[in-house]
């Protein structure tokens, strides 16, 4: 899954893990482990130019062992050597699913808060910046690309599966991180 911050890459990675029965992987928290800190800290201690060092050794470790969901960080996909590792991933067969989000719904998950150094300042104004640079190639890496808008993730992970024409029977998909009284399908009586 490719997207911007905010765009619901995390949560619907793992509604759609959780439905598919697979495992789902971020590569921020690889990066995050591997570094011993958070994203923050690396782009503070280390500089952008290491955080994106490590983040495309991410991509490329997770690509190579990895068979679930994997949710790629927001700019993951800037990095040449990332585009043509996704590239490759999607003629042999793999899906890369762009999830595209608003500015205004994007604003309101996220918070533009400081967790996010490359949205430090005016966060809005960055985040549509970094979107205008990015855009064309989330688009012309996606095999899928998904509005996320407003809707609940689980509708989101529905979309994906049925556009992949994943036919399994899934029972209500349900976020793992809330507990099953919080599902945010609503009711029909």
Known sequence: MIGPPGSGKSKV????????????????TDIEAAAG??????FVD???????ELEHEAVLAALA????VLSLGGGAIMNA???????????????????????????????MNQARP?????????WQKLMMQRRPTYERLATLTIVSSERPGEQVATE???????????????DPKRGPHESTKESTT
């Open 13 to 28: 990675g793992r509604i759609l893990a959780a439905g598919l029965g697979v495992t789902v992987r971020d590569t921020d």
């Open 160 to 174: 994906i599966m049925a556009a992949l024409g994943l036919d399994q029977e899934v029972p209500e998909l349900v």
């Open 65 to 68: 062992e990895h068979d679930g």
């Open 81 to 111: 050597a990332t585009q043509d590792a996704l590239e490759k991933y999607a003629a042999d067969g793999g899906h890369v699913v762009f999830l595209d989000v608003p500015l205004a719904i994007a604003a309101q998950r996220v918070g």
């Open 37 to 42: 800190k958070p994203v923050s800290e690396i």
């Open 118 to 126: 490359l949205l430090l300042g005016n966060p809005r104004a960055r």
């Open 46 to 52: 280390d500089g952008e130019p290491r955080f994106r």
